[in-house]
């Protein structure tokens, strides 16, 4: 499945160390493309092990993480305003 993942960490002192956590979680399973938006294609597992190692970070009442999912990248629509660096393009 393709997926797109966004999140909004408080950056209060707990927040602050929670931080580089969430970004090393999200990266080991998707592909940073812009501040804190991670994207790619991703197992029904993969997505079951990034939810459970984000528990540990994510606190409830103050973060906040989006995942949207869909069957395959074809059925997304990408859209580029302003700059249009398209990270993902940068593959070795």
Known sequence: MYAIL???IVTDTQG???LPNVF???KKYLSHIQNSVFEGNITEAGVI???AELKNYIRKEQDSV???TAR???WLKKEFLGCSD???S???
């Open 49 to 51: 092990a990034l939810k």
């Open 86 to 88: 398209d990270k993902t």
């Open 66 to 68: 989006i995942l949207f």
């Open 6 to 8: 966004v999140y909004d």
């Open 72 to 74: 395959d990248e074809k």
């Open 24 to 26: 090393k979680i999200c």
């Open 90 to 92: 940068r593959f070795i």
């Open 16 to 18: 602050k160390k929670n």
